[in-house]
């Protein structure tokens, strides 16, 4: 069954707003991660956050955790149009347990 | 340090053929994993392997689809006898270390295959 399930399914928003993306999960995880894929293109890893961090930032991405919800938000600042794409969680189990992805956000900043 | 590399990029196959796709990993990664993703749909894991070893083949169908990561050369996801339902974009991804999901996934742009 699937895991991860992103919340909105779609966002439009305007250059230079702020975009908050959310996931949520089932099953307990050892990590967490976000991944971006544009248009026909393979996915690009953003940041990686393990079950005992609640928060970590990488540049215009902040991403928090928060495993008593089974939650994790990516908030992306300033958002600038090179930006849309869609957006994915996977998570993680413990031991050689495969990613298990969500079916994203499809994210569209307009100029 | 070349990314990883999928080939063919499109592959157009009609019903009941063969189809291979091939990926390198990127230099150093002796981990390969393969996803398959349908339109509108996040990637779903298939199999992991090592060289010369399958680790993990829970997500491969039962029947048609194999795969297999040899000592030299590429990995290969090879699908017989193709059918309608088996269109999509098959993604590999890399990794240098073992831990499958423990580890951060270098993904390959994808081969898209439809099915006449």
């Known amino acids: 069954s699937q895991q991860g399930e992103e919340d909105p399914q779609a966002l439009s928003i305007q250059e230079g707003e702020n975009a908050t993306m959310n996931c949520s999960y089932k099953?307990?995880?050892?990590?967490l991660q976000w991944y971006r894929q544009n248009s026909g293109r393979g996915l690009v890893h953003l940041i990686l956050?393990?079950?005992?961090?609640r928060e970590k930032h990488s540049g215009r991405l902040r991403v928090t955790l928060d495993t008593s919800k089974k939650s994790s938000s990516l908030l992306i600042t300033a958002s600038r149009a090179a930006d849309t794409a869609s957006y994915f969680c996977?998570?993680?189990?413990?031991?050689?347990?495969?990613?298990?992805f969500g079916k994203g956000t499809r994210l569209s900043v307009i100029a | 340090n070349a990314g990883v590399m999928q080939n063919p990029r499109h592959l157009v196959r009609r019903r009941g053929q063969e189809a291979r796709l091939r990926c390198s990993p990127m230099?150093?990664?002796?981990?390969v994993y393969w996803y398959r993703q349908l339109p509108e749909e996040g990637l779903k894991f298939m199999v992991y392997?090592?060289?010369?070893?399958?680790?993990?083949e829970s997500g491969m169908p039962k029947e048609r689809f194999s795969a297999e990561f040899p000592k030299e050369g590429p990995s290969i996801l090879r699908i017989q006898q193709v059918v309608r339902g088996d269109s999509a974009a098959y993604f590999c991804?890399?990794?240098?270390?073992?831990?499958?999901?423990?580890?951060?996934?270098?993904f390959g742009p994808g081969t898209r295959l439809l099915v006449l």
């Open positions: 956050i393990r079950s005992n961090e």
């Open positions: 991804a890399s990794s240098p270390r073992s831990g499958s999901g423990q580890e951060t996934q270098y």
């Open positions: 392997l090592q060289k010369e070893n399958i680790i993990d």
């Open positions: 996977a998570t993680a189990g413990s031991g050689n347990t495969p990613l298990v």
């Open positions: 230099k150093g990664h002796s981990h």
């Open positions: 099953t307990s995880i050892n990590n």
